[in-house]
């Protein structure tokens, strides 16, 4: 398979647990315009806040305005924020049709929404929930809001994927387990390989364009992401304690909202990305690559990175969207 040449760890300086504020000092985004998908939650605040302090006019879509526009009293005004459900396909492209038109250059993309092992459900076109949601909705608005991307000549769309997704390669025979009995966590890193996928795919067919794409895991983090798992799952991951604290491992490896953030802006922002793209990366850094076997929580897979996967898997989306 073939996988870039460019993943591979650069130095940055950087450690893996900087704050948000570390990696954003000296950046300065003033009149640039930034989208952020679940911006209202978790890292997602937290990004918001950062891009917004940094100079940049954000951009929140949400499918609970209220409660978007409670939550980010204080860090954007809420005619920032604008209502789209990433489960409902026609909302999605009623929000990037509107966007475009409102905003025709957009600077920097990072679609940060996602659900996690949760029980079986479909959107309301069908698709099982984790890949219609955290895959299929993204797909969806970059096809909206490519046009205002190219216009920056420089934009960076960043895709939140995860170290989970060695817990599943997409299956392109049952991708919408139509007849394949579901299993969460194998649901989950298919959606999460089909994240990272779609980086490596936007990446070659737009570099031409300026436009630059990375897929990034923020790394561990307690979030409203955990909301479908009861602790005594969480617990048999070593993940809290019996009691529902989290456990000496997790305070040791987990990051606080802003830590885990901070990828994602690393690879929004970083001139040492310059002239690169369609690469995983993790704590501040590019990934190296690991075997498809390996028990590593770190390192990114091949299934996850290699160009003809992704560019099926863009066929295939496209297919599914035209399908519906």
């Given at each position: 398979?073939?996988?870039?040449?460019?993943?591979?760890?650069?130095?940055?300086?950087?450690?893996?647990?900087?704050?948000?504020?570390?990696?954003?000092?000296?950046?300065?985004?003033?009149?640039?315009?930034?989208?952020?998908?679940?911006?209202?939650?978790?890292?997602?605040?937290?990004?918001v806040r950062?891009?917004?302090?940094?100079?940049?006019?954000?951009?929140?879509?949400?499918?609970?305005?209220?409660?978007?526009?409670?939550?980010?009293?204080?860090?954007?005004?809420?005619?920032?924020?604008?209502f789209m459900?990433?489960?409902?396909?026609?909302?999605?492209?009623?929000?990037?049709?509107?966007?475009?038109?409102?905003?025709?250059?957009?600077?920097?993309?990072?679609?940060?929404?996602?659900?996690?092992?949760?029980?079986?459900?479909?959107?309301?076109?069908?698709?099982?929930?984790?890949?219609?949601?955290?895959?299929?909705?993204?797909?969806?608005?970059?096809?909206?809001?490519?046009?205002?991307?190219?216009?920056?000549?420089?934009?960076?769309?960043?895709?939140?994927?995860?170290?989970?997704?060695?817990?599943?390669?997409?299956?392109?025979?049952?991708?919408?387990?139509?007849?394949?009995?579901?299993?969460?966590?194998?649901?989950?890193?298919?959606?999460?390989?089909?994240?990272?996928?779609?980086?490596?795919?936007?990446?070659?067919?737009?570099?031409?364009?300026?436009?630059?794409?990375?897929?990034?895991?923020?790394?561990?983090?307690?979030?409203?992401?955990?909301?479908?798992?009861?602790?005594?799952?969480?617990?048999?991951?070593?993940?809290?304690?019996?009691?529902?604290?989290?456990?000496?491992?997790?305070?040791?490896?987990?990051?606080?909202?802003?830590?885990?953030?901070?990828?994602?802006?690393?690879?929004?922002?970083?001139?040492?990305?310059?002239?690169?793209?369609?690469?995983?990366?993790?704590?501040?850094?590019?990934?190296?690559?690991?075997?498809?076997?390996?028990?590593?929580?770190?390192?990114?897979?091949?299934?996850?990175?290699?160009?003809?996967?992704?560019?099926?898997?863009?066929?295939?989306t496209e297919?599914?969207?035209?399908?519906?």
């Open positions: 398979m073939s996988i870039s040449s460019q993943q591979t760890p650069i130095h940055t300086g950087i450690g893996r647990k900087p704050e948000a504020a570390e990696v954003m000092a000296g950046v300065d985004l003033s009149g640039k315009t930034a989208l952020v998908t679940g911006g209202y939650s978790g890292i997602g605040v937290e990004t950062a891009l917004t302090n940094a100079g940049a006019t954000v951009l929140v879509p949400s499918r609970d305005v209220d409660r978007a526009v409670k939550t980010l009293e204080g860090i954007i005004p809420a005619d920032q924020i604008g459900d990433l489960s409902d396909l026609p909302t999605v492209e009623r929000y990037g049709e509107d966007l475009s038109s409102a905003y025709p250059i957009i600077d920097l993309a990072i679609f940060n929404a996602g659900v996690m092992a949760c029980p079986l459900d479909r959107t309301k076109q069908g698709l099982e929930w984790q890949l219609g949601v955290n895959h299929v909705g993204h797909f969806a608005l970059l096809q909206q809001i490519i046009n205002p991307l190219r216009a920056a000549n420089g934009a960076r769309l960043i895709t939140l994927s995860s170290i989970a997704h060695r817990m599943g390669a997409v299956d392109f025979s049952d991708m919408n387990y139509d007849e394949r009995p579901y299993d969460k966590w194998q649901a989950y890193g298919q959606a999460k390989s089909a994240q990272s996928l779609m980086a490596v795919e936007l990446d070659r067919r737009e570099q031409g364009n300026g436009l630059r794409s990375f897929a990034v895991h923020p790394g561990g983090i307690f979030t409203p992401l955990q909301r479908h798992l009861g602790n005594a799952e969480m617990a048999e991951f070593g993940w809290t304690d019996v009691d529902g604290n989290p456990s000496a491992v997790a305070a040791k490896l987990f990051k606080s909202p802003s830590q885990g953030c901070a990828t994602s802006l690393w690879a929004a922002t970083a001139m040492c990305l310059n002239g690169m793209g369609g690469v995983y990366c993790e704590d501040c850094n590019i990934s190296r690559l690991v075997p498809d076997d390996s028990n590593d929580f770190t390192g990114v897979r091949q299934w996850a990175i290699a160009s003809e996967i992704a560019e099926r898997l863009w066929d295939e297919k599914m969207l035209t399908g519906l």
